[in-house]
């Protein structure tokens, strides 16, 4: 993986997340604002954390000056934003494509892996 896609994964996975949520409440129609959530964000910073061992790091200092405080203060931004609520439908419309395009590239990403398996 590369540094720019890492840098955008804790933002990636809380978007799908709150799509998610945007979308059983409308259907539901139990709720009409998500809330940002800082349980959400912590969740995306601990996605990204446990996938930046595999990013191709530029330099050999970015993996520990560059990776741990970019992740504080992600996880400081969630905290913060935490009491501000989304319209549900504005989630879900933010949310429900980056869950697709995610899904998209993670089969892609297994297709690729099983035909680079069978070339050995």
Known sequence: MNQHMWLAVPFLFSAAVFGLMGSAGLLTASWTTVPLSPVVSGAGVAVAAAVS????WRRRWQRIWLRWP?????????VVVGAVEVPALAAMAVGVPVLLVLVFQLLAQSDENRQAAGCR
């Open 53 to 56: 061992g595999g990013v191709r």
């Open 70 to 78: 970019y992740l504080a203060a992600v996880l400081a931004l969630g």
